[in-house]
């Protein structure tokens, strides 16, 4: 009998209740900019400090901010933070002026590339190549498609699981550093492995 | 007469045959569901994710996805979000992210929409809306 009451009250409350609360937090992020911006009918506010949260009725104008401590984090939303997937990861490999060979610097990347692929399985994988802006267009977008099937070719040698992986080529037209027309910049000479 | 063939180019590029995959499912705990306009699948790992699609997580049930931007989403049990809009090319400068939460929990983290181009990105509370600017934040509807 006991259930059955707590059912009719918890109806009753819905019928004359149909307002709603949200809790909107933020938290740490190591970025230099984190901040959110909640907007409502009536209002509009804006959290900018880590760890602070707002709760945000239908009804009512939202309320003040507050700070939520690492323990209360932890004791209410602590599963749902630990089952979030690793977070994507960005290499950079550099070539030599105007062919397919990777400095000896980015070479000794590959392990860590590996790893870091291994570690977020089931994963996709996007390749991009690019170029700087020596040779023509054509020609840059030509090169840095070489560039990044060598990297495909690599990848698909390590026989890992990788549920997708696609192949793009940016030519000179998405510098890492913004140069004049045929300004050899070894910046630029580069193929993006974007492991999601 | 000589018009058919452009007719039959105009029928076949007007409808959209293959939908575009926006993320990739990668935890997955318990029963998770996607609606996906009439269907209804189970989530899998690995798996992708269509603009539209509708996330539903059961009791005990939690899922974890990665947009082709790098945002991360994760929904805790009894929840239920949809994908309203996502769109990501940053060669041309085209930019779309709306999420919607209609119940339970959610964990977000930014990706290069939310550097890019942070006014592309709404996500919807039953309340209202929440901005960003490079950030990761935690949602729960009541």
């Given at each position: 009998m006991k259930n059955l009451h707590l059912l009719l009250l918890l109806l009753l409350s819905l019928v004359l209740c149909s307002c709603s609360t949200s809790r909107v937090i933020l938290l740490e992020n190591n970025k230099d900019t984190n901040a959110i911006v909640i907007k409502t009918k009536s209002a509009e506010l804006v959290l900018d400090e880590t760890n602070t949260y707002a709760d945000i009725s239908s009804i009512a104008a939202p309320t003040a901010i507050k700070k939520i401590t690492k323990e209360e984090l932890q004791q209410s939303y602590g599963s749902l933070i630990a089952s979030a997937p690793k977070p994507p990861i960005n290499f950079l490999i550099y070539f030599e002026p105007s062919t397919v060979v990777m400095t000896s610097q980015s070479q000794q990347l590959f392990p860590e590339v590996h790893k870091a692929i291994e570690e977020r399985l089931p994963c996709d994988v996007n390749i991009i190549g690019h170029a700087d802006s020596t040779g023509s267009k054509e020609y840059n977008t030509e090169l840095s498609l070489k560039r990044a099937k060598q990297i495909e070719h690599w990848l698909i040698k390590?026989?890992?699981?990788?549920s997708n992986i696609s192949v793009e080529s940016y030519g000179e037209e998405d510098p890492l550093i913004p140069t004049a027309d045929g300004v050899a910049e070894p910046r630029n000479r580069r193929v993006e492995i974007l492991i999601r | 007469m000589r018009c058919i063939p452009l007719l039959i180019c105009l029928l076949l590029f007007s409808v959209p045959v293959w939908a575009d995959d926006i993320?990739?499912?990668k935890s997955l705990d318990g029963s998770v569901k996607i609606k996906r306009a009439e269907q209804v699948l189970i989530a899998e790992k690995s798996h992708n994710l269509q603009s539209g699609d509708i996330l539903i997580t059961g009791k005990d049930s939690h899922i974890g996805v990665i947009f082709h931007d790098g945002s991360v989403l994760t929904l805790k049990e009894n929840s239920f979000l949809r994908v309203n809009d996502f769109e990501f090319k940053p060669i041309e400068n085209k930019f779309k992210f709306n999420l919607k939460l209609k119940k339970g929990a959610a964990l977000f983290q930014s990706g290069k929409i939310g550097t890019?181009?942070?006014?592309s990105f709404i996500f919807e509370i039953p309340e209202g809306t929440i901005g960003i600017r490079g950030t990761k934040f935690l949602v729960e509807v009541k």
């Open positions: 390590q026989k890992l699981d990788i | 993320a990739i499912i890019l181009s942070p006014e």
